[in-house]
């Protein structure tokens, strides 16, 4: 859990200025990983595999195109790890005012 403590001379405008400003970012991140989602079960779709078993069982030589397929596959699977994290974190703010 993250708190974050708010002192302001403005009262409460200025929390609702920050919740809104981290709502957009936990709906943008939320559009990313949607995005994310799609780009990867189109590998899983082709290569009719769940991630984790091309993750554990896959190298390069392995896709159709190579290196870079390869390394598009995982690209995405660390985008999706790295954006559950923030929309993660974003998440357990409590706002403390004072």
């Given amino acids: 859990m993250t708190t974050v ?10 929390i609702d200025i920050i919740k809104t400003a981290i709502d ?3 709906k943008r991140l939320e559009l990313g ?5 799609r780009q990867i079960a189109k590998f899983e779709d082709e290569y009719n595999i769940p991630s984790e078993t091309f993750l554990s069982q896959f190298a390069a030589e392995d896709m159709k195109n190579g290196d870079p397929e390869y390394i598009a ?3 995405e699977l660390k985008i999706r790890e790295k954006i ?11 706002y403390v005012t004072k």
């Fill in 5 to 14: 403590q708010i002192k302001s001379d403005s009262g409460n405008d200025t």
């Fill in 24 to 26: 957009a970012e936990l």
């Fill in 73 to 75: 596959w995982a690209g």
């Fill in 84 to 94: 559950l994290a923030d929309i993660n974190r974003l998440k357990e703010i409590q």
């Fill in 33 to 37: 990983l949607q995005r994310t989602e």
